[in-house]
């Protein structure tokens, strides 16, 4: 299923702009959220990352390196799939862990 | 999950090198070259390896995936250590001339040096992944969320140009 990835304005998409990231690890941080996109299917059908049974949210981390610091990123995001079937999925919280080499 | 095919081969390799180095009591000069050629060959499958994780972290990688693709590397270079180990003391004792026998020494020296500091390297990354998940609040997210119509939300597209808007860098 293709869906549209949103992010909460007011909490996450501030977080992720305000990131320390140069120019090559903001291109790296989009192709990121564009692979979690992609990859949505498979975390979605995961029982293992929901909050809880049942829930509406799952955990999904994923890890990048920024080309220029070389500063690990491991980035912890929620997402929801309550409107899944509108072929949305919204991003509620993010946290980043940077840990320089 | 399966295992990928290059770490299965690294694995199934470096057990046929060690297989070979602890069944063999004395070494010929000739078998000594011999062994130091597949100790070549296997410090280039470690090599290659190594530069997937590399890869993979400059690409962006999904946590799970990126355990299981360091549970394996871990797995490899530690077979490579006990196999670079083991064969070192094999060519110490076989009877190469002098200058020959340093030169594979050193090679197999540095093989588990390099062995051993990417192992631990990839300890810090791997014990941060089997960390059990921090603990969360649902009652903090955001309601109404399953509400299509919700405002509140960007898309990836416009959080995408503003990441690479040059007011942002």
Redesign the interface.
């Known amino acids: 299923v293709a869906y549209?990835?949103?992010?909460?304005?007011?909490?996450v998409?501030p977080y992720?702009?305000d990131l320390a990231l140069?120019?090559e690890g903001?291109?790296?941080?989009?192709?990121?959220?564009?692979?979690v996109?992609l990859?949505a299917d498979n975390?979605i059908n995961d029982p293992g990352r929901r909050?809880?049974p049942g829930?509406?949210?799952f955990?999904?981390?994923?890890?990048?390196?920024d080309?220029v610091s070389e500063a690990?990123h491991?980035l912890?995001l929620?997402i929801?799939d309550?409107?899944a079937a509108?072929g949305?999925l919204?991003v509620?919280?993010v946290e980043d862990?940077t840990?320089v080499r | 999950m399966p295992q990928t095919l290059a770490s299965d081969m690294a694995r199934k390799s470096l057990d046929v090198l060690l297989d070979r180095v602890e069944r063999q009591h004395a070494f010929s000069a000739q078998e000594a070259r011999e062994l130091l050629n597949g100790c070549v060959i296997q410090v280039t499958v470690l090599d290659r390896l190594w530069e997937q994780i590399q890869r993979s972290l400059d690409r962006g990688i999904e946590g799970k995936q990126l355990r299981y693709l360091l549970e394996e590397l871990v797995d490899a270079l530690d077979r490579g250590t006990k196999a670079f180990r083991a064969s070192s003391e094999k060519v110490k004792a076989a009877d190469l001339p002098s200058p020959e026998n340093a030169e594979g020494m050193s090679m197999l020296e540095s093989a588990v040096q390099r062995a051993v500091d990417r192992r631990g390297a990839l300890s810090g990354l791997l014990g941060r992944l089997e960390a059990p998940p921090r603990e969360f609040d649902p009652r903090a997210l955001p309601p109404g969320r399953e509400n299509p119509a919700t405002k509140g939300y960007i898309g990836l597209d416009e959080l995408t140009a503003r990441l690479l808007s040059p007011k942002q860098t």
Do not use: G, M, N
């Open positions: 549209v990835l949103q992010f909460h304005e007011k909490t998409a992720l702009l140069s120019r903001r291109l790296a941080l989009a192709r990121v959220l564009d692979q996109r990859y975390l909050l809880f829930s509406d949210c955990r999904v981390d994923w890890f990048f390196r080309p690990f491991h912890h929620v929801s309550a409107a509108y949305i919204r509620l919280y862990e840990s």
